[in-house]
């Protein structure tokens, strides 16, 4: 039986389950299992059960993790166990926890061991490290996945319920599909980098693998936020999980523009999982994958490989037979890349950044296959590096483009192999795809890893603002999948629930160039209830939103149909003028998807 966090977290505060005892439990699965692949190094269980009785004179509501086995990748430093990135000739003894384990230890984790990794995180594969190749749990032929393929083999083997990989070039989100768990890949520097060993710096993420996406929630809200001991680290908001918001616009690649390499399984779990996006009512919008295709080839093709060079030129160059053969042939090319080389590559980057924004507009997020395929451990040691790049596909482009990912299970396909799809978005839109992630995992109804456990009921999520939040009620273009909403996300907001109006209120098209849907408070009795949402947004970003509001419009307390009162968008019955009643409509949302000219297409439109 596998347990998840949640599960766990309960058990041990309720006392019907103690921390000493699931880090016991951990350990003698971990035997039962034997599978000396998964962890380089261990922990002596003693200590950890010393650790674990230690948390009984902490308040235990106050650990969001009170007593959660985890295991962690080993190019992340846990003080007293060596950090090899899978090469013994680099291994080092740190002498303090990285800037995440230390997070997840005052949370009231408690840290088991060292897991494997394609060596220096540099594969999607999880066959190239001297510690052997972890055997994947779904399929024994089947490749781990890397780089991060101890982490996800432990997850969904039931050894630990939680673990930490890395994540440059998909290295959180293919052993994710492969081993039917969960894997989040944050907006690149809302976790912070101190005291990992660095692939490429300028690009890695520390992220997490679990039975769940709320498992995975509750260690990213731990990890996540600014580290002054970490330059790349980014002042990045995690907003709080919300409601399934109603409109979701998903983004899918045009006709003939996705790849499967013959794959017609993989072609088909693809199709059925768009149509479960469907029946939780998303629409699909095609979108331009082609300049997604062209940064990723960037990723291995440019001078980013020449960040991983810097990181083992020194022992490339006194020790190169203590480098795994392929790795070395991939990383020893980044030291031949000039510095035109590098400036030409940054200016190009930087136009794609432009191009693929737009993609966004007016999506909430894209959803892609995880990877095109799958590949048995005999046939990428046959073809190390073209197999191993094709699973790169869908997952080589999305740091570079400073995006955010979530990698779901989708389906279990007739011959055994998993098959996941990925959830992208720009950075900030963290808990957005949480929010929709969780509902289609739950819906799949598809067992928790390896281990046949059930998939539980969701939790509610929180519907009511935090002490340092604002609610806002918004009526135009930044509702849910509409082309503004994204600024909202990006500010930090997070949906609390769609409702409506008092029937006191008039909604009308003003004529503004785009039409702006201003709304209109009216004598009881005159007036209809207009279709809202209500955001949460921090504080600290309510003023910023403000600012930009565009006149006629103006902030005001909107009266909601339970008869509470927030702030949201009104206009003055002085701006009205020869703007046109739309109030049967019901809402800006009907009336703009009947009404082709007054639908909002850029930044003037309103809230």
């Known amino acids: 039986m596998t347990e998840t966090v949640a599960a766990i977290v309960a058990a041990h505060r309720a006392g019907s389950q103690s921390p000493a005892q699931t880090v016991a439990r951990s350990f003698r699965r971990i035997r039962e299992h034997n599978d000396p692949a998964i962890f380089i190094s261990l922990r002596e269980e003693e200590d950890l059960v010393a650790e674990a009785e230690a948390l009984a004179s902490k308040d235990p509501g106050a650990l969001p993790l009170y007593g959660v086995p985890v295991a962690v990748k080993d190019n992340i430093d846990v003080a007293g166990l060596p950090t090899t990135a899978a090469c013994p000739a680099y291994s080092y003894l740190p002498a303090r926890d990285a800037s995440v384990v230390a997070r997840l230890r005052q949370a009231g984790a408690i840290v088991i061991g060292k897991t494997n990794l394609d060596q220096f995180a540099t594969g999607l594969v999880g066959v190239r490290s001297p510690y052997g190749i972890p055997t994947n749990p779904m399929r024994a032929d089947l490749i781990p996945g890397g780089s991060s393929s101890g982490s996800a083999v432990a997850v969904a083997s039931g050894l630990v319920p939680l673990a930490l990989g890395t994540d440059t070039a998909g290295s959180g989100r293919v052993p994710a599909m492969l081993n039917n768990i969960v894997g989040l890949k944050p907006s690149v520097g809302l976790v912070s980098s ?143 890349l000039s510095a035109a080389d590098t400036f030409a590559a940054l200016y190009r980057l930087q136009e794609l950044r432009h191009t693929t924004k737009h993609a966004f507009a007016g999506l909430d997020a894209l959803v892609l296959p995880t990877a095109p395929t799958a590949y048995t451990t005999a046939q990428v040691l046959a073809n190390p590096i073209e197999l191993n790049s094709r699973l790169g596909t869908y997952t080589n482009f999305v740091n570079l483009l400073d995006l955010c990912g979530l990698a779901l299970p989708a389906a279990i396909r007739a011959d055994g192999i998993p098959f996941g799809i990925t959830l992208l978005a720009p950075a900030n839109r963290d808990a957005l795809l949480a929010s929709i992630g969780r509902v289609f995992h739950s819906k799949t109804k598809l067992p928790l890893g390896a281990n046949r456990l059930a998939m539980p009921p969701l939790a509610d999520t929180d519907a009511s603002p935090t002490g340092d939040e604002i609610p806002v009620a918004v009526v135009g273009a930044h509702l849910s999948g509409m082309v503004l909403n994204g600024e909202l996300q990006a500010l930090g907001g997070r949906l609390l629930e769609a409702t409506s109006t008092a029937p006191d209120y008039r909604l009308y098209a003003l004529p503004t160039t785009p039409a702006k849907p201003g709304m209109l408070r009216v004598d009881a009795g005159s007036g209809t209830s207009i279709a809202l949402e209500v955001w949460a947004l921090p504080a600290a970003t309510f003023g910023q939103f403000v600012a930009a509001i565009p006149p006629p419009l103006s902030i005001g307390t909107v009266r909601l149909k339970d008869g509470r009162g927030i702030k949201g968008f009104i206009v003055e019955a002085a701006d009205i003028g020869s703007a046109k009643d739309i109030s049967a409509f019901g809402g800006w949302r009907a009336y703009a998807a009947r009404s082709v000219t007054t639908s909002p297409r850029h930044s003037g439109t309103p809230r």
């Open 194 to 336: 101190a005291g990992v060993v660095p692939a490429c710096r300028t690009l890695d993420c520390v992220s997490i693998f679990s039975l769940t996406v709320d498992d995975a929630v509750a260690a990213l809200t731990v990890m996540g936020g600014p580290d002054e001991s970490d330059p790349f680290s980014r002042d990045r908001t995690l907003a709080k999980l919300g409601s399934f918001p109603t409109g979701l616009r998903l983004g899918v690649p045009r006709d003939g523009q996705l790849i499967f390499f013959g794959d017609k399984a993989q072609e088909a779990a693809y199709a059925a999982a768009l149509e479960q996006w469907r029946a939780l009512g998303a629409t699909l919008v095609s979108f331009d994958l082609e300049p997604f295709y062209e940064t990723a080839r960037l990723l291995y093709e440019g001078p980013w490989v020449a960040e991983r060079y810097l990181v083992i030129r020194n022992l490339l160059a006194s020790q190169p037979d203590a480098i795994h053969p392929v790795t070395r042939e991939i990383t020893i090319a980044g030291g031949r």
